[in-house]
């Protein structure tokens, strides 16, 4: 195996000028650039946002841009390896904080990147996701599947934001990212999914004959069934208490390329992951700690948000009990045939 491979240098001139002409270029001075050896190389470096320097940001956004000449008033959180304005925040993970004030709507549209809903303040915003009318609440994780018509109302009184987290980068590296704008949806006058049909784990509507469930059946998944949940599972249960958001139907992810997972972790806890092929970005629902991803200390607190790159070298210890929602595209890697953990 030879480790040194030649350089672009190494050829002669009018070799290189004709390559040009013919719109081709030798492989081996670049391969390593695509193949390193052993583990990827990525270019996502660890983020951490304070809700601290958001909130005031997105508050002033308020001020500044009706919602009208936004159509969505969000601030994007852009991956530091990439630089302010990167529409990504991780390799695959979109993630942009949202402000709607009472009475705003944000017009219905749908688009080909999936989008979930992780509520970080205020009561009375809505989603309207097909015509159903999803609740926003803190902590909520709302979902709006690829394709799917979808605008955002506000009945209360003092500002909603949510944190979106979309697979645009994906879509956007398919150059298959567009959206169809419409009108704002008439809503079916009844609860959402989840207080109905898939009000408690375990089960689901009766199916008859030849009938099959839809691709999602429910769209809401209310924070405070998570957290009893995950309360639990750390009573009874072993090490960090995690939970798989899943799609009540099949078992599998929420969506076909992102993934989320809600943690629980005890004062004092630490918790040291394998090293995961997978990117990660971190919202904190309630809770102070510590993690530190590659060498780099990021303190938390409530509300915040921080990202680790594929096979990150991560390791929590929370300060207070805490709680967060893990956002990853292993459901992606896993169709891909790839995803892998290392030990540490
Ligand atoms: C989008 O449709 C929403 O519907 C939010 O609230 C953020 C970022 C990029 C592309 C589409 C929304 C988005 C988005």
Not at 269 to 288: I, K
Request: contains cysteine; aromatic residues 8%.
């Amino acid at each position: 195996m030879s480790e040194e491979l030649g350089t672009l240098e190494d050829l002669p001139q009018d070799y290189r000028d004709e390559m040009d002409r013919a719109g081709v270029a030798p492989l081996w001075p670049m391969m390593r650039n695509v193949l390193p050896h052993g583990a990827p190389q990525p270019v996502t470096r660890p983020g951490h946002w304070t809700y601290g320097a958001l909130r005031p940001l997105l508050l002033r956004a308020g001020e500044l841009t009706p919602v009208e000449k936004a159509e969505r008033r969000v601030l994007v959180l852009s991956d530091p390896g990439r630089g302010v304005g990167a529409m990504q925040t991780t390799s695959t993970i979109y993630l942009g904080i949202q402000l709607l004030l009472p009475g705003e709507s944000a017009p219905a549209h749908r688009h080909t990147p999936s989008a979930v809903r992780i509520v970080v303040e205020g009561t009375g915003g809505y989603t309207v996701v097909d015509g159903e009318r999803l609740p926003m609440e803190e902590g909520d994780l709302v979902l709006t599947p690829c394709g799917e018509w979808h605008d955002h109302g506000h009945d209360g009184d003092e500002p909603v934001i949510w944190l979106d987290a979309l697979d645009l980068p994906l879509f956007v590296y398919l150059e298959g990212s567009y959206a169809i704008e419409g009108e704002l949806q008439a809503q079916r006058n009844r609860p959402d999914a989840s207080q109905v049909e898939y009000r408690a784990a375990g089960l689901a509507p009766t199916r008859r004959p030849g009938q099959r469930p839809r691709r999602y059946p429910m769209l809401r998944y209310p924070w405070t069934r998570t957290e009893a949940a995950l309360r639990q599972v750390t009573i009874y249960g072993e090490g960090v208490a995690e939970l798989d958001y899943i799609n009540p139907e099949t078992g599998e992810d929420v969506l076909p390329a992102l993934g989320f997972t809600a943690m629980m972790l005890q004062a004092g806890q630490t918790h040291a992951p394998p090293l995961r092929s997978s990117s990660f970005a971190f919202h904190v629902v309630r809770g102070e700690g510590e993690t530190v991803v590659n060498g780099k200390v990021i303190q938390w607190g409530p509300k915040d948000t921080f990202t680790a790159p594929v096979f990150a070298d991560i390791s929590h210890s929370a300060g207070t009990e805490a709680f967060l929602i893990r956002i990853h595209d292993r459901p992606l890697q896993d169709k891909l045939g790839y995803y892998e953990e290392r030990p540490r």
